[in-house]
C-alpha cells in the first residue's frame, strides 16, 4: 500500500479510514533512510493501481467492511450463477459476514449464510439491497480464512483451445483451471468445477477457437448457447 500511495487507498477504503491510513503511511517513509525514500517516492510515482470496481461495489464493499467489524448480520439480494447456463431468480439472503477475499478482479465476501446453513462464499458483484442489521453474531474462536475447499469441484472439463488463440487464454485463465499440456491439437488444459456457471461465460467468450472434449453435458449446454446466439442474430 504504501508503493501505491494515495490512490490505492482512497478507492479501496472508506472515509473512516482513510486519513488514518495516509498518516501512517507517511510517518513509515519520514523514519526510512534517504536512499529507500527515494527509491519510494520514485516507485510512487511509477507505480499506478486503478481499481476497476463500480461505485456501486465499493459502497458494498464499505458496508460490508463495517458489517465484519461490528459482528453485524447483513441482508441482501443475490443472484447466483444457475447451474444449467439458463437465468434464474434472485435470492433474499442474511449472511454473517465473516471475511473478505480477492481473486483476481473479483471480491468474495466468505460468510455463514442463514438460508443454507453453513458457509458459503458471495460475490459482491452479485449482491443487491444490501443492509446492516441489528443483529450480532459471533465468529466460530476456529475460523481461519483458507483457499475454497478444491474438494466441493467434483466435476472435471477437459477442453481443447486451438494454437491460434493459446497465448490469449494463458493471459487470462480460467479461476478453476488444474492443468495444462501442449498437444499437437492445441491446448489441453483441465479445469474442475461446482457447476457449467462457474465457466460458461469464459469458454463463451474464446468462441470455435475451444472445444469442450468432456462431459457431454456441458458440450450440450454450449450448443444451446450457440443456438440461441444464432437465433438472436437472425434477420
Same mark, same amino acid.
Given at each position: 500500500m504504501l508503493l501505491l500511495g494515495s490512490d490505492f487507498v482512497g478507492r479501496n477504503f472508506d472515509a473512516q479510514y482513510h486519513d488514518a491510513a495516509q498518516s501512517a503511511g507517511q510517518k513509515i517513509i519520514t523514519v526510512l533512510p534517504e536512499t529507500l525514500r527515494r527509491e519510494v517516492e520514485y516507485l510512487?510515482?511509477? &507505480?499506478?493501481?486503478?481499481?476497476?470496481?463500480?461505485?456501486?461495489?465499493?459502497?458494498?464493499?464499505?458496508?460490508?467492511?463495517r458489517?465484519? &467489524?461490528?459482528?453485524?448480520t447483513i441482508s441482501f439480494r443475490y443472484y447466483s450463477r444457475p447451474?444449467?447456463?439458463t437465468s434464474s431468480a434472485p435470492s433474499q439472503r442474511e449472511a454473517d459476514p465473516y471475511a473478505l477475499i480477492h481473486i483476481g478482479s473479483t471480491w468474495m465476501l466468505l460468510a455463514y449464510c442463514h438460508l443454507r446453513q453453513d458457509n458459503r462464499y458471495f460475490r459482491i458483484d452479485r449482491m443487491e439491497a444490501l443492509a446492516i442489521t441489528d443483529k450480532i453474531f459471533f465468529r466460530?474462536?476456529?475460523?481461519?480464512?483458507?483457499?475454497?475447499?478444491e474438494r466441493e469441484r467434483t466435476t472435471v472439463v477437459r477442453i481443447l483451445i486451438d494454437h491460434e488463440t493459446?497465448?490469449?487464454?494463458?493471459?487470462?485463465p480460467s479461476y478453476f483451471q488444474?492443468?495444462?499440456?501442449?498437444?499437437?491439437?492445441?491446448?489441453?488444459?483441465?479445469?474442475? &468445477?461446482q457447476?457449467?456457471?462457474?465457466?460458461?461465460?469464459?469458454?463463451?467468450?474464446?468462441?470455435s477457437h475451444v472445444r469442450v472434449?468432456?462431459?457431454?453435458?456441458?458440450?450440450? &449446454?454450449?450448443?444451446?448457447?450457440?443456438?440461441?446466439?444464432?437465433?438472436?442474430h437472425r434477420k
Open positions: 510512487q510515482e511509477s &507505480i499506478r493501481f486503478v481499481a476497476l470496481n463500480s461505485p456501486f461495489e465499493q459502497e458494498t464493499l464499505q458496508q460490508v467492511r458489517a465484519i &467489524i461490528q459482528h453485524k447451474r444449467d447456463g466460530p474462536p476456529d475460523f481461519k480464512l483458507e483457499r475454497r475447499d493459446v497465448r490469449w487464454a494463458q493471459e487470462t488444474v492443468s495444462q499440456e501442449d498437444t499437437p491439437d492445441g491446448l489441453l488444459v483441465t479445469l474442475t &468445477i457447476q457449467p456457471g462457474d465457466i460458461l461465460t469464459w469458454l463463451l467468450g474464446w468462441g472434449l468432456e462431459p457431454e453435458s456441458l458440450r450440450e &449446454i454450449l450448443v444451446r448457447e450457440a443456438e440461441g446466439v444464432l437465433k438472436n
